[in-house]
Nanobody
Framework: QVQLVESGGGLVQPGGSLRLSCAAT????????MGWYRQAPGKERELVAK???????TYAEFVKGRFTISRDNAKNTVDLQMNSLEPEDTAVYYC????????????WGQGTQVTVSS
């Protein structure tokens, strides 16, 4: 199986930056796309950004130009650089990996809290 471990969340002021990191361990050969989702209180979990093994990226419209996803296949890591953070970005951020055989987002990290507040 696959385990995902996240780090890098915290409290930041509006306009500030944070970098989230996620490392995959276990049978990383099961993984295709890796990415980040978020869930704010009272809202559904939503895609933030994702990257395939060949570094094709997808971003949610609400983060374009502010967030950058980067992936290292050799290290089985995926990072999310978040700039110009807004209070609306406050959420629990989850690392995710899709099973390369099913195409489903089967693997999840434990989540890391990001709070944007003055």
């Amino acid at each position: 199986q696959v385990q995902l471990v996240e780090s890098g969340g915290g409290l930041v002021q509006p306009g500030g930056s944070l970098r989230l990191s996620c490392a995959a361990t276990g049978n990383s050969g099961l993984i295709n796309t890796m990415g980040w989702y978020r869930q704010a209180p009272g809202k559904e979990r939503e895609l933030v950004a994702k990257s395939t093994r060949v570094y094709s990226t997808t971003y949610a419209e609400f983060v374009k130009g502010r967030f950058t996803i980067s992936r290292d296949n050799a290290k089985n890591t995926v990072d999310l650089q978040m700039n110009s953070l807004e209070p609306e970005d406050t959420a629990v951020y989850y690392c995710n990996a899709e099973n390369r055989w099913t195409g489903r987002p089967e693997y999840w990290g434990q989540g890391t809290q990001v709070t944007v507040s003055s």
